[in-house]
């Protein structure tokens, strides 16, 4: 991919913008219990609008769990997530997405029979964007993330780390309010992982979005987050500035496997 163009503003916006105002979007005292087991365990949290918040922790710490509740996935079993002021209890993923909060998956949920740029069109035809608005807003957005020379070309023949790109130019379409990127640097290599750091810090001032981004690759996740926050084992152990979190003796023991 080459250098990243200026982001081209989409001719028509189609949705009520001032659905996505909010400057914060938080969980508070959140815990999820799976019959059994405790998979997030009050936790709190909180995204600022025009932020990257870095959210790490072991295999199982309960991150995706925590995304799926900020983002209609999962009903909390304690706690609330708020939305600005508003609290978002009953609301359908499909209201938290209207109301500009978005998301990639670890598994694309890409439509791999539709063309690339058909998936980009068919999210902004959904959140109320004409055909037309929606076909110039796809090829901005495939522009801007270095996919348009691959529009036309079916989505599932792509290569997996141009997937996982698409998913994130879908999540992007309408600039929500706050991006929720599940592992995006997951099988990429090393160059990729640049390309990628490039892309996601354009984000805030681009888009004007927040972005909560659950990363393994440390280089990633230290580079490019202004906060991070850790779980593990379904608790918050630690938050902070990328340079105290590397240097945070109970991260380091639980996360880093390295010696306190
Ligand atoms: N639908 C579910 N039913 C039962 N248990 C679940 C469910 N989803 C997650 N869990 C359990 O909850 C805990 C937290 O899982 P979660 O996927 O949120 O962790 P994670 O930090 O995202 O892990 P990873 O880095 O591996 O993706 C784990 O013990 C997991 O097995």
Redesign the pocket.
Known sequence: MSETPAFIEPPSLGVDRALTNAATLAAEGLSVR?SG?L?ISDVTIRQARHEILGLI?P???????LVNCLTGFQKPSEGRVMLGDEDTAGWSAARFRAHGIARTF?AGRLFKDMTVAENVEVTGVGLGLGLKAAREHAMAMLGWIGLADKARAKAGTLAYTDQRRLGIARALVLSPAFILLDEPAAGMSDAECEELMTLVSAIPKTFTSGVLLIE?NMRVVMGISHRVQV?DG?KTLAEGLPAEIQKHEAVMAAYLGMEA
């Open positions: 799976f087991l998979a922790g295999n199982g710490a309960g991150k995706t769990t670890q393994h779980l379904g």
